[in-house]
């Protein structure tokens, strides 16, 4: 059983940057980001794999967000750049131990989330 919690999360302006950090309890073979916004459905964000060596982004980050991993930590970070007011969201950390990919449905382990608001 893997635990996962983020931090970092806050209120911001829009063009402003914050980095939220997850917390793990172990060594997924993949972490990723999503995040939900009210009246939406969650949304994937971003992913990286074990190594780091691999990650991917959705379109609507791409260029601004960035996924890193400190595995000798157990930590995984989102740095989000040029924040605009359409990222408020609750962001969670997800892992699994063998799937790589953008559905929720398939990770086993979630963080508890942390509120990023983006105001304009």
């Known amino acids: 059983q893997v635990q996962l919690a983020e931090s970092g999360g806050g209120l911001v302006q829009a063009g402003e940057s914050l980095r939220l950090s997850c917390a793990s309890s172990?060594?997924?073979?993949?972490m990723a980001w999503f995040r939900h916004a009210p009246g939406k459905e969650r949304e994937f964000v971003g992913i990286?794999?074990?190594?780091?060596?691999?990650?991917r982004y959705a379109d609507s980050v791409k260029g601004r967000f960035t996924i890193s991993r400190d595995n000798p930590k157990n930590m995984v970070y989102l740095q989000m750049n040029s924040l605009k007011p359409e990222d408020t969201a609750v962001y969670y950390c997800?892992?699994?131990?063998?799937?790589?990919?953008?559905?929720?449905?398939?990770?086993?382990?979630w963080g508890q989330g942390t509120q990023v608001t983006v105001s304009s």
């Open positions: 997800a892992s699994d131990d063998t799937y790589w990919g953008t559905s929720p449905r398939e990770y086993d382990y």
């Open positions: 172990g060594r997924p073979f993949t």
């Open positions: 990286i794999s074990w190594s780091g060596g691999s990650s």
